[in-house]
């Protein structure tokens, strides 16, 4: 079991940045640094779109290529937390993202079913 509450969405302007955070409280025999974590957003009336994954040790990463350059997925297995460090933010990234949690492959993944756990989402919202 893994619960995820992701953090650090908001109202912003086109072009700045933010950085959203994402809590891992794991409650299994399986710690933190297991499971390979992932980035996704749903724009109202949209699908699930993928954004970023990372491996558990974190030497490896991966991203949708409209969001690579702009955006950029790191974790701090110390502190059990993903980061999404959002830069140049465009109002078609307005939209709620989740951060999801891979355990029984922990391999990066762009697929949003191939994630066993997920959190409850923050808003982030790009105004002009």
């Known amino acids: 079991q893994v619960q995820l509450v992701e953090s650090g969405g908001g109202l912003v302007q086109a072009g700045d940045s933010l950085r959203l955070s994402c809590v891992a409280s794991v409650v299994s025999r399986r710690t933190f640094s297991m499971y390979a974590m992932g980035w996704f957003r749903r724009a109202a009336g949209k699908e699930y779109e993928f954004v970023a994954t990372?491996?558990?040790?974190?030497?490896?990463?991966y991203y949708i290529d409209s969001m690579k350059g702009r955006f950029t997925i790191s974790r701090d297995n110390a502190k059990n937390t993903v980061y999404l460090q959002m830069k140049n933010l465009k109002l078609d990234d307005t939209a709620v993202y989740y951060c999801?949690?891979?355990?029984?492959?922990?391999?990066?993944?762009?697929?949003?079913?191939?994630?066993?756990?997920w959190g409850q989402g923050t808003q982030v919202t790009v105004s002009s």
């Open positions: 999801a949690a891979r355990g029984t492959v922990p391999v990066p993944s762009a697929k949003s079913s191939e994630y066993d756990y």
């Open positions: 990372i491996s558990p040790s974190g030497d490896s990463t």
